[in-house]
């Protein structure tokens, strides 16, 4: 089992920045991608991005491309998502997400974090 827990989520107005983090404990020992989805009210968990065990290869929506970047910290459990350029459109419930394979886009992902609120203001 792995757990995961965000941080860094909050209120920014449009134009700012923000840095979510997210730590994985547990069987951590594996390689695992991580990566990150968002949900609005009333709509389906969107993916957002995604980073391979090794930080070597990274992918990502086409909504974010250009404003935001994810990396992984040297010891691989922690990934952070760096968000830019904010849009009222991004105000959501940040989600970090897990699992072994690469590279998922759909909601498949085997471990999901309890989210983060992110709210951009107009």
């Known amino acids: 089992q792995v757990q995961l827990v965000e941080s860094g989520g909050g209120l920014v107005q449009a134009g700012g920045s923000l840095r979510l983090s997210c730590t994985a404990s547990g069987r951590t020992g594996s390689k695992y991608t991580m990566g990150w989805f968002l949900q609005t009210p009333g709509k389906e968990r969107e993916f957002v991005a995604a980073?391979?065990?090794?930080?070597?290869?990274?992918y990502y929506a086409d909504s974010v491309k250009g404003r935001f970047t994810i990396s992984r910290a040297s010891d691989k459990n922690t990934v952070y998502l760096q968000m830019t350029s904010l849009k009222p459109e991004d105000t959501a419930v940040y989600y970090c997400v897990a699992d072994s394979r690469w590279v998922l886009t759909t909601t498949e992902y085997d471990y999901w974090g309890q989210g983060t609120q992110v709210a951009v203001s107009s």
């Open positions: 980073i391979k065990w090794n930080g070597r290869s990274t």
